[in-house]
């Protein structure tokens, strides 16, 4: 079966994706407006990143500029930053406090809220010019986002009828919400960065546990993260949502053995300052690692003890940021915080494991341009039931990504096998 736009999704295991998600303009153009303006909900920050009546930030929702505002009340508001007028950016700070925001072309003023307040010379000047009687300004504010919030965590929807954020999460990911912002939190510092690649393939990448213990040689060496620890990747209520976990030192007596042969593993190396590696295990279940995407434009990560955000801001086909939130808890001790902010050199653009994220996705994305005809074959783990796995060598949840996004997208898989 064809979908509209000539994408052909050869089985409906999900385990062939076509390389032609990852390079049309008519595809991004659809994921536009079927998943970022559609029933989801997406990312959009920290209530610690707002957390006075008049604060705000701008951020994106897929490739829409949008403002997050707290009102003078405390309520949480977020509108697209696009003036009603002639459509010019309104606000250009990333973070700041107003009482309102004007845009600078013709001072078009909106509220916290997204109403419009004012329109200069509405009424002409001496009897002249003006906008006509009939115009009225309550017809004109801000396109407005639903948003909600579950432990300072900011959430919003363009969609009428997007379900209640909490049933949208469902019990498995609030669960991690619930171990990661356990505390209030508030923000270390920010990093961010441009990858030349479709932002799908990062997020097949982060929910892709396959990969962590073979392409990361610091995080497997030093066991960070590797394939012969205990561990899993739970599937949630929507097949788009997803954890994995390992146990911190689960595997220190079969590491050798498990990896004989695989140089992802070099025993042999050493660190001159080995305290990068230091782990503190703060809540007492050994899960050193923990990465949770939410469909469909977030990551949440626990490595060690960094603790961040991870938002997927998809630019065009070939392009997309990554916009990383770094946080600790308000009430830690400074020991703490101090190793938090020393590990997060294990992340970001130049981090000692995430560096190599960023140039598969590049690597993908040179060799696929031509093969758009082509398709990937997604089979470890098997191809059986998108459920819960109790290892790690799996990519069961990257077929969950993909059964989600054609949900969403409205592509119908054919049935039956494909080479």
Known sequence: ???????????????????????????FDREQERIFNGPVWCYLGLEAEIAKPGDFKTTFVGNTSVVVNRAKDGSLHAFE????????????????NSADHTCIYHHWCYSQQGD??????????????????????KEHGLRRLKVASYRGVVFGSFHADVPPLEVYLGKAMLDI??????????????????MPSNWKLYWENAIDCYH????????????????????????GEQSG????????????????????????????????????LEYVDEDGDGRGLIIMAIFPSVVFQRI???????QIRPKRPGEFELYWTCFGYADEDPALRALRIKQNNLIGPAGLVSMEDGESGVLIQRAIERRRDAHSVIEMGGTGPIVDQDHLITEVSVRGFWQQYCDVMGYEPRRGDAA
């Open 177 to 194: 919400l619930d171990t990661l912002f356990q505390k209030p939190v508030e923000v270390i510092g920010y990093m961010r960065q441009r």
């Open 241 to 276: 949502l997803s954890f994995c976990y390992s146990i911190f030192g689960s595997d220190d007596a079969n590491v050798a053995s498990g990896y004989e042969g695989i140089e992802a593993f070099n025993a042999d190396m050493k660190l001159n300052d080995p305290s990068i």
């Open 1 to 27: 079966m064809m979908s509209d736009q000539g994408v052909i999704w050869p089985k409906d295991d999900f385990s062939r994706v076509p390389y032609r998600v990852f390079a049309d303009q008519s595809v």
């Open 81 to 96: 930053n696009r003036c009603a007028h002639r459509g010019a950016t309104i606000v250009r700070e990333p973070f700041g």
């Open 116 to 137: 419009l307040l004012g329109v200069p010379f509405q009424r002409g000047l001496d009897g002249k010019g003006g906008m006509p009687k009939s115009f009225n300004k």
């Open 304 to 310: 060690s003890n960094t603790l961040a955000t991870r």
């Open 212 to 235: 962590a213990g073979l392409l990361h040689q610091f995080g497997t060496t030093f066991g960070l993260f590797r394939a012969t620890q205990d561990g899993g990747s739970i599937l």
